[in-house]
């Protein structure tokens, strides 16, 4: 497993006549294996801090770490999963599952044998041949969970992933990421705007302040993965905690889930 | 049963069109527009003399479409892409787009002979145009979020272009070929009707030379029949190639 760390990290956005801060002077370090969820008001970097560490942008100033080395590009075990899943409608389950592979130059054989097991672990094993348009919400995110599988990420970076998703859905897409982490003990960075599921999923939960982001918060939550823990007290009162610290932060209101969406040039 | 409900879809058109060409034929009265019946019969009877010559006008269109294609989506999409090589090109473009490129006939009569050449080169240059912004536009509004997918998976600018602008932009390629194929066998018949002397645009007109009505018509029903197979074979090729979009509804 991988150490996931942000020294110093600040980072801007210019576009049309603006300037916009994103990230400020942010610290955070994440443990080897460890699942943290990051949850805090409407544009305060979150996706940015996603992408930096996914080597999709180059931070302005500060250092971004991955197992110890800069982050300068892509890493081969690195897997992004994004809000609207990233899935290409052009492609079946199986080749979408299996990008990551093909574009990583993964021979067809074994390609194939690791693309089965991938979708066979998150559940979509009998749609292997059906198109993304075909798959209903819940399943195009095990999809989307499946690359990340196939790949054997140690590093999972998920921007909101389960935000489009309807309450029941969300829940059981909760359990198959808890199980995933609970089965290869990745290294896991959850963005997400729901304190339920920042809870449910986040061993550390780490609250950043409104634009530009800031850590202004870090909640131990070592309960997180036992069992029953969605229903016994504990959790909800880890919630009403995580509640009254975003109110404190000024902009987040319980079952608000707005922001403006970061856009990055390629 | 999609088959079959395609079938009867044109055979009742046709069945329209040739009731009101009959109609519209009795009420002009004159030998320049014989009624369907003449000049299907004229068709069949002509056979043999006119599948060659819609063979030779079939191979140029195919051709000109193919090397416009071939050049305009590479070029299009880079455009597209970036925003570098769109900033330096796409003035050129929007300046060349609007100009009928057939007025280029005669020099290119000039310049290149009588033969194939210049109407291959004529509309491939109209087809590459309007492909090109086409498939600039539709590289451009191809979804952020399946890009940075990809390339958070490592893939390299090129794999970008193959596993994600390339299909998407791929529909609206094909709309812009089909729209193309119309403009394509206009030019065709323009360039076929002006020089060389085969062709089914050179029939027609030869017909029409000879006070051969029936023959004229003859040979009007064969480019119509080059359109629809033409229209068809685009169908065929983009049903093929788009699977998924029928698979998603």
Redesign the interface.
């Known amino acids: 497993m991988v150490s996931l760390a942000f020294h110093d990290v600040s980072h801007t956005y210019e576009g049309s006549g603006r300037v916009v801060r994103a990230l400020d002077a942010l610290e955070l370090e994440v443990a080897a294996g460890e699942p943290v969820s990051v949850i805090g008001p409407s544009g305060c970097g979150k996706s940015t801090l996603l992408?930096l560490a996914?080597g999709?942008l180059v931070a302005a100033a500060g250092r971004v770490e991955v197992g110890g080395a800069l982050v300068a590009g892509?890493?081969?075990e690195?897997?992004?999963i994004?809000?609207?899943?990233?899935?290409?409608?052009?492609?079946?389950v199986a080749e979408n599952a299996g990008?990551?592979l093909q574009?990583?130059g993964v021979a067809r054989d074994e390609r194939g044998a690791r693309v089965a097991q991938a979708l066979e672990r998150v559940g979509i094993a009998d749609f292997a041949h059906?198109?993304?348009?075909?798959l209903s919400g819940g399943m195009r995110q095990r999809l989307a969970l499946s690359?990340a599988v196939a790949?054997d990420a140690d590093l999972l970076l998920m921007d909101e992933p389960l935000s489009a998703l309807d309450a029941l859905t969300r829940e059981d897409l909760q359990d198959v990421l808890l199980g995933l982490w609970q089965r290869r003990g990745h290294t896991a960075v959850l963005v997400t705007h729901s304190i339920e599921e920042a809870v449910y999923l986040g061993r550390r939960i780490v609250v950043l302040s409104p634009r530009p982001g800031r850590v202004a918060a870090v909640v131990d939550n070592a309960a997180m993965g036992s069992d029953g823990y969605r229903s016994s007290s504990a959790f909800y009162e880890r919630c009403a905690q995580l509640r009254e610290l975003l109110a404190g932060e000024g902009a987040v209101h319980p079952g608000t889930a707005l922001e403006t969406p970061v856009?990055?040039q390629? | 049963m999609n088959a079959v409900r395609w079938a009867l879809g044109y055979v009742g058109a046709i069945a329209i069109l040739l009731l009101a060409w009959g109609a519209v034929a009795a009420a002009v009265g004159s030998p320049a527009l014989p009624g369907p019946a003449v000049a299907l019969e004229a068709f069949v009877t002509l056979w043999p003399e006119l599948w060659p010559e819609i063979l030779v006008s079939l191979a140029r269109v195919l051709a000109a479409m193919a090397l416009g294609t071939v050049f305009a989506v590479p070029a299009g999409l880079a455009l597209g892409r970036s925003a570098r090589a769109d900033a330096v090109f796409a003035p050129l473009i929007f300046v060349l787009y609007p100009i009928p490129k057939v007025v280029f006939l005669p020099v290119l009569l000039v310049l290149l002979g009588l033969g194939n050449t210049p109407k291959i080169v004529l509309i491939g240059m109209i087809v590459f145009f309007q492909i090109l912004v086409t498939a600039r536009d539709a590289a451009k509004s191809v979804p952020q979020a399946s890009v940075l997918s990809v390339r958070s998976l490592g893939a390299s600018r090129w794999q970008v272009a193959r596993h994600v602008v390339f299909p998407a932009a791929l529909p609206e390629i094909f709309t812009a070929l089909r729209i193309g194929t119309g403009t394509a066998i206009a030019v065709l018949f323009l360039a076929e009707s002006i020089a060389g002397s085969n062709g089914i645009g050179w029939y027609i007109v030869d017909a029409w030379g000879r006070i051969d009505y029936p023959a004229m018509f003859a040979g009007i029903l064969a480019m119509a029949l080059l359109g629809v197979v033409l229209y068809e074979l685009l169908d065929l090729l983009e049903t093929r190639v788009t699977r998924w979009r029928v698979a998603g509804q």
């Open positions: 992408l996914a999709l892509v890493r081969r690195t897997a992004l994004l809000q609207d899943y990233g899935l290409l409608p052009w492609k079946t990008l990551g574009v990583r059906a198109y993304p348009g075909e690359r790949l856009t990055v390629s």
